[in-house]
């Protein structure tokens, strides 16, 4: 059995800085995708980044240059390092993990989810 948990969400200001913490408990590949979506209310989940040890993180248009997501194997954690963010940044963000290394930009193509972790962004 797996089971992610998110942490680190928040309220900041516009501007400011979060980081996104993934703890994975269980058995994932270190080669397998993982990645992290989010969704705003009333809005679709959409992938915000993603990352596989076996090639090139990526990342949403509306993120890239401002968020960086990482994994480190050795403490089964994934993260989400946030800059220069913004009020449309505000949306529950999402752990999730494929089974395979291919990394997919459907929500549904994704085996694990976590419970999501709260970021605000408001002045």
């Known amino acids: 059995q797996v089971q992610l948990v998110e942490s680190g969400g928040g309220s900041v200001q516009p501007g400011g800085s979060l980081r996104l913490s993934c703890a994975v408990a269980?058995?994932?590949?270190?080669?397998?995708?993982m990645a992290w979506f989010r969704q705003a209310p009333g809005q679709e989940r959409e992938r915000v980044a993603a990352?596989?040890?076996?090639?090139?993180?990526t990342y949403a248009r509306s993120v890239k240059g401002r968020f960086a997501i990482t994994r480190d194997n050795a403490r089964n954690t994934l993260y989400l390092q946030m800059t220069g963010l913004k009020p449309e940044d505000t949306a529950m963000y999402y752990c999730?993990?494929?089974?395979?290394?291919?990394?997919?930009?459907?929500?549904?193509?994704?085996?694990?989810w976590g419970q999501g972790t709260q970021v605000t962004v408001s002045s």
């Open positions: 999730v993990a494929a089974t395979g290394y291919w990394c997919p930009l459907r929500p549904d193509e994704y085996t694990y």
């Open positions: 990352e596989r040890s076996v090639g090139p993180t």
């Open positions: 269980g058995s994932i590949s270190s080669t397998s995708c």
